[in-house]
């Protein structure tokens, strides 16, 4: 069954360093995703990709955070320089084309957890 | 903006009964969808079964099935003849039907202990 991959699986750095989250989603799927979750808090909405272009993005989504989708299989999540508070796993979605059943239904990656030292 | 709230922290259930997980949510749309994940300590979010607010009928899949009282504004979850591979958080999940409005939004979730 096809899968939303996330790649590192850990990331450390160190605060006002950049880094790049990646994720594969499932290769039809046209809707993507990122949200993230602070240690024993709720997941929280970032940010919705579609047609190469953000179609939605929450309060958290400032301009430390960008996203790209550089080719036609990866999906990033860029903090230009990471602060303390940025420590969480950050998940991947993505969901199918707006034709096929089921196109509400977000799947998720295995996440990324992001430590900020 | 649409709230979902599960007031329960935590759960725990004897292996082998049945449980149900309480979520309520918030809105003002008539149409939208309902979502239950699982978050094993893997920290991944599993799907666990979805429910379309236009359809009265609930939703089922395997040991799993949803109450949803719309008038209610609630969507709880029951599992049956829990197992120990049960045990993980549950979060509720609302999302509208609106093109460019499709973010998940998410409960506190629910802590659920299997007792072997």
């Known amino acids: 069954e096809p899968e939303v991959t996330q790649t590192p699986s850990h990331q450390v750095t160190q605060m006002g360093q950049e880094v790049i989250l990646r994720c594969v989603p499932i290769?039809?799927?046209?809707?993507f995703y990122w949200y993230r979750q602070i240690l024993g808090q709720k997941v929280e909405f970032l940010v919705s990709?579609?047609?190469?272009?953000?179609?939605?993005k929450s309060e958290i989504f400032d301009d430390q955070f960008s996203v790209e989708r550089p080719d036609g299989s990866n999906f990033t999540l860029k903090i230009r320089s990471t602060k303390l508070e940025d420590s969480a796993m950050y998940f991947c979605?993505?969901?199918?084309?707006?034709?096929?059943?089921?196109?509400?239904?977000?799947?998720f990656g295995p996440g990324t957890r992001l430590t900020v030292l | 903006a649409q709230t979902v709230t599960q007031s329960q922290p935590e759960m725990s259930v004897q292996e082998a009964e049945t449980v149900t997980l309480s979520c309520t949510y918030d809105?003002?749309?008539?149409?939208?969808?309902l979502f239950w994940y699982k978050q094993p300590p893997s920290r991944q979010m599993i799907l666990v079964i979805r429910?379309?607010?236009?359809?009265?009928q609930n939703a089922t899949e395997n040991r799993f099935s949803v109450n949803f009282q719309k008038a209610a504004k609630s969507f709880s979850l029951k599992i049956s003849d829990s197992q120990l591979g049960d045990a993980a958080m549950y979060f509720c999940?609302?999302?509208?039907?609106?093109?460019?409005?499709?973010?998940?939004?998410f409960g506190t979730g629910t802590r659920l202990t299997i007792i072997p």
């Open positions: 979605a993505s969901s199918p084309p707006a034709f096929m059943r089921g196109t509400d239904t977000q799947y």
């Open positions: 290769s039809n799927h046209l809707y």
């Open positions: 990709f579609y047609n190469n272009e953000i179609s939605e």
């Open positions: 809105t003002s749309e008539s149409d939208y969808y």
């Open positions: 429910q379309e607010a236009y359809k009265q």
């Open positions: 999940a609302y999302r509208s039907v609106d093109f460019g409005n499709e973010k998940l939004t």
